[in-house]
């Protein structure tokens, strides 16, 4: 099922798409629910329930302060991380329901943890309920997050399909069939993309939304340049990416030559997102927010150190970039998942890399099966990885591996150009791979904290 290039690529705060993005949604959307049945004026108490890996990684994970921005009517594009709209809330026991009701509100009362139950539909699974003045029950709904910042109601969830297929020109469910239309049609990835999106807005709108989306993933990275001083939540972490900014500077200054220099560059610039990411700031979903800084971190490598290589312009060659990653993207989400909670950061940064391999393989002029190729590579040596952030914050070792997975996508999409696309292991069979594992894969590495480094490594 294709899945559109904009319910991939969103704009949102950090730390996590799914739970910080998904639940701000969620919460804004039963908000409008009590409006359209008309019991917003009645409500004089709220209490929200998080379940398994929601409830494990809650305050870590910025999912108790997403809830209450969507509580607020506080949209994820709009939102000024810098405003202390939690701090007001934690201090007053007052909650402004959708900006404009005021209610009683106690963050440690009325935001249960079930961290030992996971709902069955999902590991992200979260109930809101509103009552009246006298307890009377106005709505109860259970939402889930399902990866990216995507949500669904418990009565639309499905793990195959969340919604109704769009009706698009090249509707495709595998890397095979995506590959046959392209060569049916002689278009590339990219092409088939955009004559999809280009179906459900104009042309104009897709053009404004690829440009504006980035322009977001850019200005992450120059935020993150910039930026000092310590991570929130308690750890400690330092930013080091301005720091290595600085550094790579001088050596540029002082002509230090260094052959793997460019690696130095890629490695920055996806501390600098996973940074921005960390610290709450305007993210992109790439194909989440824990792994946002690895394509943003590949496009600028291919801006700065292979546009002058590639058959297409910088312009021409980031857009195809971005819609051949969206492309791909789709098929990880028909066929397996993007959520960490669900299958381990193997769907998150494995995705992000997978993505980012086959849209610099498209941006340097790549054949379809070449971007194939680059997208299997990439997530054949993902296969596995864990999802176990140390006290629940997307920092340890989130950060890092954004650095570790944006260069291991360059270097996938590099062999994949060595030849010409033929390989032995389909991009299919090593998607169904992953999530075969993900499935196999024990709970406590699934962005649960309760295994791996976040029990091995003091948080100290």
Not at 271 to 290: K, R
Not at 437 to 450: I, V
């Amino acid at each position: 099922m294709y899945y559109s290039f904009f319910e991939i690529f969103s704009i949102g705060v950090g730390p996590s798409s799914s739970h910080t993005v998904g639940p701000m949604r969620a919460a804004k959307r039963y908000l409008d629910n009590l409006h359209k049945a008309e019991l917003f004026s009645r409500v004089a108490h709220v209490e929200i329930t998080l379940y398994g890996s929601l409830a494990l990684t809650g305050f870590g994970h910025g999912t108790v302060k997403a809830i209450i921005y969507g509580l607020m009517g506080l949209e994820a594009e709009a939102i000024d991380p810098e405003k202390p709209y939690v701090v007001a809330v934690e201090k007053d026991k007052i909650l402004h329901l959708g900006q404009e009701r005021p209610i009683a509100f106690d963050i440690g009362r009325d935001v249960v943890f079930e961290k030992e139950t996971f709902l069955p539909e999902h590991s992200n699974g979260m109930r809101f309920k509103a009552f009246d003045a006298d307890g009377g029950l106005l709505l109860e709904e259970v939402y889930f997050s399902v990866g990216g910042g995507t949500i669904a109601r418990q009565d639309e969830i499905s793990r195959r399909m969340e919604r109704e297929p769009y009706d698009v020109p090249f509707d495709f469910g595998s890397a095979k069939e995506l590959l046959e239309i392209c060569e049916r049609e002689n278009k590339s990835i990219a092409d088939i993309v955009m004559i999809n999106e280009c179906s459900l807005r104009s042309h104009d709108e897709v053009m404004q939304g690829i440009m504006k989306i980035n322009r977001v993933m850019q200005n992450s990275i120059d935020r993150g340049m910039k930026s000092k001083g310590t991570l929130p939540g308690g750890l400690g972490v330092q930013r080091r990416a301005h720091e290595i900014y600085c550094r790579l500077e001088e050596k540029f200054r002082n002509n230090d030559y260094d052959p793997l220099l460019m690696i130095d560059w890629i490695n920055l610039w996806g501390f600098a997102v996973a940074e921005e990411n960390a610290a709450g700031g305007q993210i992109v979903t790439a194909p989440t927010m824990g792994s946002a800084g690895i394509i943003p971190s590949v496009m600028r490598y291919f801006e700065r150190f292979a546009s002058h290589k590639s058959l297409n312009s910088v312009e021409d060659g980031i857009v195809k970039f971005l819609l051949t990653a969206s492309g791909i993207c789709s098929l990880y989400r028909s066929n397996a998942s993007i959520s960490g909670a669900e299958v381990g950061c193997q769907g998150e940064v494995g995705v992000a890399c997978s993505m980012a391999a086959g849209g610099l393989v498209a941006a340097m002029g790549g054949t379809p099966r070449q971007i194939e190729n680059a997208a299997e590579i990439a997530m054949e040596h993902n296969l596995g990885l864990t999802c176990d952030p140390i006290a629940g914050l997307v920092q340890i070792p989130c950060i890092e591996r954004n650095a570790m997975g944006a260069v291991k996508a360059v270097n996938s999409a590099r062999i994949s150009m060595k030849g010409d696309g033929t390989h032995f292991v389909p991009l299919d069979e090593v998607i169904k791979t992953m999530y075969d594992t993900g499935r196999d894969m024990n709970n406590k590495y699934k962005e649960t904290s309760l295994g791996g480094l976040a029990v091995n490594v003091p948080n100290c």
